[in-house]
């Protein structure tokens, strides 16, 4: 059974911090990815991460940056939190090789940034 | 580009009646569609893909290249069906292109 993971359920943070989301998931997967769920925009991704220390910019990726040190283990970074960035942040993981395999979801981190 | 459309943010039906979701997307390649669905407090999971061409929950969907559609059909909602779906597009990549989303809601 697949199982994605992250670090907070709920997070609040003020202006200007900076802010770690963590995911890891436990499937051996090559592909991570981190996206932004807001009501009445869906799903938007900001990072993609294909192999270790490999990532690749999604459509809102400014304000953010990503690590991926370990291949279990998708860092997304704030590094100056903004009021807009308040939102619903899921990651999702997936094997590699095929353009129909199914992404596996994270419960999902709803960041309050004052 | 690649975009999926979902016309109805939000849809209502009672329950043992029939149901449509709608989807269209925009691309000019052979494209991978799914539908995902996020059901109350859970997480979001895989309902469907046109590639398996199976019934998931009595949910179907077909890919109609032709109206660029492929809309989300149940002919009986039951209760349980009531939840958020998304559409979503993989246009030659690994990346899904997610829709907006339609909210379903099943009444007794």
């Known amino acids: 059974d697949v199982k994605v993971t992250q670090s907070s359920r709920y997070l609040v943070k003020r202006t200007g911090e900076k802010v770690f989301l963590e995911c890891v998931q436990d499937m051996d997967h090559e592909n991570m990815f981190w996206y932004r769920q807001d009501p009445g925009l869906g799903l938007r991704l900001i990072y993609f991460?294909?192999?270790?220390?490999?990532?690749e910019k999604g459509d809102i990726p400014e304000g953010y940056s990503v690590s991926r040190e370990k291949k279990e283990r998708f860092s997304l970074i704030l590094e100056s939190a903004s009021t807009n960035q308040t939102s619903m942040y899921l990651c999702a993981s997936s094997l590699q090789g095929f353009f129909d395999n199914e992404q596996f979801f994270g419960p999902g981190t709803r960041l309050t940034v004052l | 580009a690649q975009r999926v459309t979902q016309p109805e943010k939000l849809l209502s039906v009672f329950k043992g009646a029939p149901v449509e979701l709608k989807c269209n997307y925009s691309?000019?390649?052979?494209?991978?569609l799914f539908w995902y669905v996020q059901y109350s407090r859970q997480r979001l999971q895989l309902l469907l893909r046109h590639i398996s061409r199976e019934s998931i929950k009595g949910f179907t969907a077909d890919l109609n290249k032709g109206e660029t559609s492929f809309h989300l059909k149940k002919p009986f909602a039951q209760e349980e069906d009531s939840a958020m779906y998304y559409c979503a597009l993989s246009g030659g990549s690994e990346k899904l292109v997610f829709g907006k989303g339609t909210k379903l809601t099943v009444n007794p």
């Open positions: 991460s294909y192999d270790v220390k490999m990532k």
């Open positions: 691309y000019s390649g052979s494209p991978e």
